[in-house]
Nanobody, 114 residues
Framework: QVHLVESGGGLEQPGGSLRLSCAASGIIFSIYAMGWYRQAPGKQRELVARITSSRRTNYADSVKGRFTISRDNAKNTVYLQMNSLKPEDTAVYYC????????WGPGTQVTVSS
């Protein structure tokens, strides 16, 4: 059975940093493209960042230069380092794994507020 479990969310002030983690089990992690998506209240889910099995990355324009996605295949974990957080980064952040199948984690709340 496949499990993706996000952690690291919480409340942070504008300008602060958070690091999200997503631990995967039940898949051959190294062959999956991994991504982070987010969904704010009243909005559609959107791609934040993605990293392929060959470690190519792409980012939403709104987070370029502030967020960094990385992966540790030995730990079956993908990370999202979020710096210079803004209130508009407030959302539920979801981990995604794609190869032949598409899997989602339950999400972790990130709130950026003073």
């Amino acid at each position: 059975q496949v499990h993706l479990v996000e952690s690291g969310g919480g409340l942070e002030q504008p300008g602060g940093s958070l690091r999200l983690s997503c631990a995967a089990s039940g898949i051959i992690f190294s062959i999956y493209a991994m991504g982070w998506y987010r969904q704010a209240p009243g909005k559609q889910r959107e791609l934040v960042a993605r990293i392929t099995s060959s470690r190519r990355t792409n980012y939403a324009d709104s987070v370029k230069g502030r967020f960094t996605i990385s992966r540790d295949n030995a730990k079956n974990t993908v990370y999202l380092q979020m710096n210079s957080l803004k209130p508009e980064d407030t959302a539920v952040y979801y981990c995604n794994a794609v190869y032949a199948e598409n899997y989602w984690g339950p999400g972790t709340q990130v709130t950026v507020s003073s």
